[in-house]
Structures are given as C-alpha cells and as structure tokens.
C-alpha cells in the first residue's frame, strides 16, 4: 500500500512510501482508507513537540481517517465488509473517566496514523459514518469534532439559555459553534479578518469580533452580554488568549482549555480565576461512547463539517503547508485513491 511516511522530524522529511498490506488478525477489522484529515497536532508531531512519547521517525502520520471495511478479522460479529466507518482517537478509551493505559496508541502521534491506503483497528475502535456524511467530512471528526463535543456538551452542559465565545476559524472552533448553535446557545465568534468573520456569520454566529482590531476582544464580548460575561470559552489560544477569555467570562463561567495556536505558557495572576470562581478544565478529546453520542447527534442535527481544501495524499506535504499558513477555514482534508 501507500503511505505518507515521516522519515525524521520536519516536513521535508515526508515521503510516500510503498509498504506491504496490513493483515487483520482476531477481533480486528482492516479498513480501505479513503480520506484523512489534517489537526493542529499534525503541525506539533512534525516538529517533534507532540510530547516526550510521539514517535519522531517511520511514522505514518495523521490521527483522522475514514474508509470502508475491506476485510473481517477472526471473531469479528458486529460488522461486514463494505460497512462504512471512522476510526477513533483513543482506540482504548471506551466509556467513562480517562486512564493514563486508556490513552496510549492515538494514531499518527505514538502509533501509525491514517496517512496511508489501509489500516488495521480493533473491532472496538471504530464507529459507523452518519448516512449524509461523505467519507472526507467523516474523516474531520475523531480529533477537532469530539474535542469541540466535549468542550461545549461535557466541561459545560449549553443550552439555549447560554452565550459561548470560540476562537478563530480552525477545526475545532468551527465544530463548537456548530453544536454550541445546534443546542440553540447564542454565540460571540472572535477571527483575525473581515472575510473569515463573514463565514463565521454564514454559520450562524450570532456577533463577530475581529481580535487583530480589537486587543481588548474579551471586553467587547463581556458588553455584548450586557455586562454579564458569556458561560463559556472554547479555549483553543491557550498563552496568547486566555486574559481576554477571562475578560469575557462570567462569574462562575467554564473554560475548558483545549489548544495553544497562540502560545503554550504564560505568568497569570491566579486570583483572576478564584476570584472568578472559573471553571477551568482541561479537555483531552473524549472517549467512543461520547463520540457515538456527538455522531447521532450530528445525524440528528444534519450537521456538515466544514471543509476547506481536500488535496491527495501524494499532497500531504502541501496540504501541512496551507494548515501551517492559517488561511484555511475548517478542516483541511486529505483523499485517498
Ligand atoms: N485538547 C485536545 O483534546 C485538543 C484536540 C484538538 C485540538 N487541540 C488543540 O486546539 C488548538 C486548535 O486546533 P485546530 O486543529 O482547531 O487548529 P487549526 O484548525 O489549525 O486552527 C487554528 C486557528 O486558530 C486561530 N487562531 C490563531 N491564533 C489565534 C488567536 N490569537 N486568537 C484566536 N484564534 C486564533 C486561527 O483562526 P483565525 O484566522 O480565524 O483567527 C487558526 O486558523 C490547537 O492548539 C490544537 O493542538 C486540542
């Protein structure tokens, strides 16, 4: 089969390579791979920051694929060949609270990702696609989507009586807007230019603030709730955002503090937390049985993923470069021949 291989750390060392069929052996399914998706992480892992444990050579990279099943393994009852899946980040983690050995093995990072034509998965690290997604806009789902699902459905129950805040226009801030409308919350959308706040609009943000304008965004926001402060901030700045999400939040209010596109360490005076009263949660993806429940609610909701550009594997490189750039709205896809 193909696969984007990473010899080495940076992306000139990213080259396809013809490596021999995986075989799935009892209780594993072997999956045609016909899309992938590009996250943050991808970024993080090519430059050897993903964490002391990533792999930093052989690595086939991406953590999001999606594919049809091409082959059943010995003991394998609960699905046929043909069926349409996606895999799932944590392949271990099924139900309930995390554990340091349900986390190990998240593809494209510790183990071999999605970047290839085929892949062997544990019958119970996959999950069927929803009938109105194509395989590409499956394959936008196990990182940014359930990170997104468990920042606005778990770290916070939202609902209409909500207002939530997200950050920028990449996978997982869209995502939260989609689920944060589809619980009917109003929502304060923040981006860095004019055209991205018109999409942001188009999808169905309530208000838009600029942040490059406007360095006092988290104000903005807070007046936008009538001196209130929103519920809830989808933290994805991390080092560079987190004073105005504060700024923004109200008494009392959450922030799950998911990514670091706006740097990873700050000096933060703790007493504008306490004295807050903040939630802030870390937020690590979430688990299947979460994911099987932000999958029907995507079917329920009619919910399509925002998709950017779709390049082919053979442009896997390309398509890190345009993520990389920060043009992209969405997720940025990869198809798989
Ligand atoms: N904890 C977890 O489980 C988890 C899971 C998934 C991702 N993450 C993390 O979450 C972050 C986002 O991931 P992603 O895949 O959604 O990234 P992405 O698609 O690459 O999106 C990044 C976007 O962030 C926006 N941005 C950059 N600087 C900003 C700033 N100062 N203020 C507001 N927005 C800013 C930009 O959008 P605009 O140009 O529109 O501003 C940019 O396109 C990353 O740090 C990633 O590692 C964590």
């Given at each position: 089969m193909k ?14 390579q ?8 009892p209780g594993q399914?072997?999956?045609r791979l ?5 996250n ?6 090519l430059d050897?920051?993903?964490g002391?444990?990533q792999?930093r ?11 049809e ?5 010995a ?26 050995y ?11 990702g ?16 929803p ?15 359930l990170?997104?699902?468990?920042a606005v459905?778990a770290?916070?129950?939202t609902g209409p009586?909500h ?12 995502f939260?807007l989609?689920?944060?409308?589809a ?13 991205k706040?018109r ?9 838009v603030i600029?942040?490059r ?11 936008l709730t009538?001196?209130?402060?929103v519920?809830?901030?989808?933290e ?12 923004a939040?109200k008494l ?23 004295m ?9 993806l ?11 609610a ?6 399509k993923?925002?998709?950017?550009r ?11 470069a ?11 896809c990869?198809?798989i021949?």
């Amino acid at each position: 089969m193909k696969a984007m291989v990473m010899g080495g750390l940076g992306l000139s060392n990213l080259a396809l390579q013809d490596l021999p069929d995986p075989r799935p052996g009892p209780g594993q399914v072997l999956v045609r791979l016909h899309a992938a998706s590009l996250n943050y992480r991808d970024l993080l892992t090519l430059d050897g920051k993903y964490g002391s444990m990533q792999r930093r050579e052989n690595l086939i990279l991406l953590s999001d694929g999606a594919g049809e099943i091409a082959e059943i393994g010995a003991g394998v009852k609960e699905w046929k060949v043909g069926d349409r899946v996606v895999g799932c980040f944590f392949p271990f983690w099924q139900n309930g609270e995390p554990q340091d050995y349900l986390l190990r093995d998240a593809p494209g990072g510790l183990a071999d990702g999605m970047a290839c034509q085929y892949r062997v998965f544990n019958s119970d690290a996959i999950l069927p696609i929803p009938p109105q997604l194509s395989f590409v806009e499956a394959a936008t789902l196990p990182c940014a989507a359930l990170t997104a699902w468990s920042a606005v459905r778990a770290a916070h129950k939202t609902g209409p009586e909500h207002v939530v805040l997200t950050q920028g226009t990449g996978g997982v801030s869209l995502f939260a807007l989609q689920f944060a409308k589809a619980a009917g919350a109003t929502v304060i959308a923040t981006s860095s230019s004019e055209e991205k706040l018109r999409r942001l609009r188009s999808l169905g943000a309530d208000h838009v603030i600029n942040y490059r304008d406007d360095a006092e965004w988290g104000k903005t926001a807070r007046k936008l709730t009538k001196g209130r402060g929103v519920d809830l901030v989808v933290e994805v700045g991390g080092a560079g955002t987190i004073k105005q999400s504060i700024r923004a939040t109200k008494l009392g209010g959450t922030i799950p503090l998911i990514g670091v596109v706006a740097g990873p360490s700050l000096d933060l005076p703790l007493p504008l937390i306490t004295m807050n009263l903040l939630k802030v949660v870390g937020v690590a993806l979430g688990n299947r049985r979460q994911f099987a429940d932000m999958l029907r609610a995507i079917e329920h909701h009619a919910i399509k993923p925002v998709v950017d550009r779709v390049f082919p594997l053979t442009e896997l490189p390309e398509a890190l470069a345009w993520l990389q750039a920060g043009k992209h709205v969405g997720k940025v896809c990869i198809e798989i021949d």
